[in-house]
């Protein structure tokens, strides 16, 4: 594939190994020979950004990062430059049944995910216990941070998927993904990962037919069908693959790495 501008690359599942901190040596490697050659790029995650792994900041250095699954944009050096929010009403209407059906949920705030319901479920369920810090808040109590810190980006629900999926009807304006066994992503309907992507694409004057990019999750078919190049890692969703133009070996076994070497981004 020639002339490609730009590499969208998802973290967890595709650019390291859910439950690991750190990228595959030979990714890493992959990824700085695609950056000598000029060729930009761009973090989407479902993650906000003050969860993404300290590795992708020190070794890869990239040049945008949409987080939050499109939610927020952020620009190396820069800060957020573009957000998109949650209704308070919703956020109110939502813990209500979260609280009734005993499901954890934490919203992502710009400096910290804030539970509002169920603290110990959503924080066993979404960092394993895992102290830190201020950057979890329990706001069950209250469920008033908003009041004070604006409003969030996205969501986190942790709890019997059966429960979850008796919900999302009552909720038109958000999306609910399946993230893992017991766990959703969810989000603005109508703002993807995509919808924040093409603020940047459209920056740099770069096209989709110039980028590749890389996921494993569902929140990663939209920009898996817009780029030129779609590459679903082994690891994916049956559904995700079927969403890709190319099947990487896992993430275990440096797929994305392995992808670049297929096109001829990299010498073999």
Known sequence: MENVK?????????????????????????????????????????RAYYFIQQDVHDTLKPDYYVTINGQC???????????????????????????????????????????Q???????????????????????????????????????FIIGDEEKVESITDQFPELTFTWSYPQGYDIYSTGNDKTTTIESVLKHLGISWAETMAFGDGENDIPMLQKAGVGVAVANAKENVKA????????????GVAEALKHFGILKA
Not at 6 to 12: A, E, K, R, V
Not at 80 to 106: A, P, R
């Open 6 to 46: 730009m590499l969208i690359l998802d973290i967890d599942g595709t650019l390291i190994a859910r439950g690991t901190e750190t990228i595959r040596p030979a990714v890493v490697e992959a990824l700085h020979q695609a950056q000598a050659q000029g060729i930009k790029l761009l973090i989407a995650t479902g």
């Open 73 to 115: 944009l952020i620009e190396t050096g820069k800060g957020i430059i573009e957000k998109h929010e949650i209704q308070e009403s919703t956020m109110l209407k939502l813990n209500k049944l979260c609280d009734e059906l005993e499901l954890g949920v934490g919203y992502k705030f710009d400096e910290s995910v804030v539970c």
């Open 117 to 155: 319901s169920h603290f110990h479920k959503f924080h066993w369920g979404y960092l394993k216990g895992k102290d830190v810090g201020s950057l979890l808040i329990d706001d069950t109590a209250e469920q008033n941070y908003q009041k004070t810190h604006g409003l969030p980006m996205g969501l």
């Open 243 to 254: 969403a890709a133009d190319y099947i990487a070996p896992s993430v275990d076994e440096d």
